[in-house]
């Protein structure tokens, strides 16, 4: 008699939808994670920053690292082709370069100037591609000796080594508006130039 009422009680329970139900859930969900872990797995090379770069550099100093396809998206730059453009927003070291910070570039009305720099009076680690503030200081002992803020921000085109002069000067090209071309020649005529860099973070 107890034999018999548990067959039925089995068959009850196999009956029931709610048991069914059940079921159907839990390999849902297992499909549905496995799925998304094998999406998790899959990677994407795409370039990041090996140190600071500023508004309206080419973005050259980059790295190719692999990062998880659904934390990315479309929002970084592949590393399958070289970047095109300019910054216009600056990029920090270590930060993944996002597609949406590379515009046009726009040389138009801009002229590239060459310096010399004394080594101790340009920033430590300056590179193409960063920004500088220049100053400039009259050596002519009848001009009062008052530095004065040439041009702001500039962006730094090109850096030789080659000595340019008996005191060891290093030559660095900047780019900036032609209408301002005049007062740096004649400051750097005058006297000699200080270069202080814009950290990315004073960068708009």
Same mark, same amino acid.
């Given at each position: 008699?107890?034999?018999? *009422?548990?067959? @039925?009680?089995?068959?009850? &329970?196999?009956?029931?939808?709610?048991?069914?139900?059940?079921?159907?859930?839990?390999?849902?969900?297992?499909?549905?994670?496995?799925?998304?872990?094998? #999406?998790?797995?899959?990677?994407?090379?795409?370039?990041?920053? $090996? #140190?600071?770069?500023?508004?309206?550099?080419? %973005?050259?100093?980059?790295?190719?690292?692999?990062?998880?396809?659904?934390?990315?998206?479309?929002?970084?730059?592949?590393? *399958? $082709?070289?970047?095109?453009?300019?910054? @216009?927003?600056?990029?920090?070291?270590?930060?993944?370069?996002?597609?949406?910070?590379?515009?046009?570039?726009?040389?138009?009305?801009?002229?590239?100037?060459?310096?010399?720099?004394?080594?101790? #009076?340009? %920033?430590?680690?300056?590179?193409?591609?960063?920004?500088?503030?220049?100053?400039?200081?009259?050596?002519?002992?009848?001009? %009062?000796?008052?530095?004065?803020?040439?041009?702001?921000?500039?962006?730094?085109?090109?850096?030789?080594?080659?000595?340019?002069?008996?005191?060891?000067?290093?030559?660095?090209?900047? &780019?900036?508006?032609?209408?301002?071309?005049?007062?740096?020649?004649?400051?750097?005529?005058?006297?000699?130039?200080?270069?202080?860099?814009?950290?990315?973070?004073?960068?708009?």
């Amino acid at each position: 008699m107890e034999q018999g *009422n548990a067959r @039925t009680l089995t068959r009850v &329970r196999w009956r029931d939808g709610r048991l069914w139900l059940g079921v159907v859930l839990i390999i849902v969900s297992m499909v549905i994670g496995s799925r998304m872990l094998a #999406h998790s797995d899959e990677r994407v090379i795409v370039w990041r920053a $090996t #140190h600071d770069l500023s508004v309206g550099s080419v %973005p050259d100093a980059l790295e190719p690292v692999p990062v998880a396809l659904g934390e990315v998206g479309t929002r970084y730059a592949p590393a *399958n $082709t070289e970047p095109v453009g300019v910054l @216009t927003r600056p990029v920090a070291a270590g930060e993944l370069l996002p597609s949406a910070a590379l515009g046009a570039v726009q040389d138009s009305g801009m002229r590239i100037i060459t310096m010399p720099v004394e080594p101790l #009076h340009a %920033p430590v680690g300056l590179l193409p591609g960063d920004r500088v503030d220049i100053w400039a200081t009259p050596t002519d002992p009848s001009v %009062p000796g008052v530095s004065r803020l040439i041009e702001e921000s500039a962006v730094v085109a090109a850096i030789s080594a080659d000595s340019m002069g008996v005191g060891g000067e290093i030559g660095v090209a900047v &780019r900036i508006p032609e209408s301002r071309a005049d007062a740096l020649i004649t400051a750097i005529r005058a006297g000699s130039v200080d270069l202080v860099a814009v950290p990315i973070q004073a960068q708009a």
